[in-house]
């Protein structure tokens, strides 16, 4: 089993920067793929980004590429989000996740922290 904590969420400026980080327990944390998802009020949950076991494999979502960029550091059980030119539609409760396999689906994921706020005010 896994647990993971979200950190590093807060109120931001239009344009500015944020660094999430998911902190996980066990050590089983290399084993899984690891992904960021959002929900904003009144809407549905959705995929960020998504990292492989060892971080060879990225995927986005076209909505943050070229400004999101997800990492993990194994040895401290840790994935970060690194969140650059944020816009206000970026403002959302966002969640880690891990998953068997490196993938853009919610449903296949098994352990979900319990998100952190970041709020964009333009």
């Known amino acids: 089993q896994v647990q993971l904590v979200e950190s590093g969420g807060g109120l931001v400026q239009a344009g500015g920067s944020l660094r999430l980080s998911c902190a996980a327990s066990?050590?089983?944390?290399?084993?899984?793929?690891m992904g960021w998802f959002r929900q904003a009020p009144g809407k549905e949950r959705e995929f960020v980004a998504a990292?492989?076991?060892?971080?060879?494999?990225?995927k986005y979502a076209d909505s943050v590429k070229g400004r999101f960029t997800i990492s993990r550091d194994n040895a401290k059980n840790t994935l970060y989000l690194q969140m650059d030119s944020l816009k206000p539609e970026d403002t959302a409760v966002y969640y880690c996740?891990?998953?068997?396999?490196?993938?853009?689906?919610?449903?296949?994921?098994?352990?979900w922290g319990q998100g952190t706020q970041v709020t964009v005010s333009s």
């Open positions: 996740a891990a998953a068997r396999a490196i993938t853009i689906d919610l449903d296949r994921y098994t352990y």
């Open positions: 066990g050590r089983t944390f290399s084993s899984y793929a």
């Open positions: 990292i492989n076991w060892n971080g060879n494999i990225k």
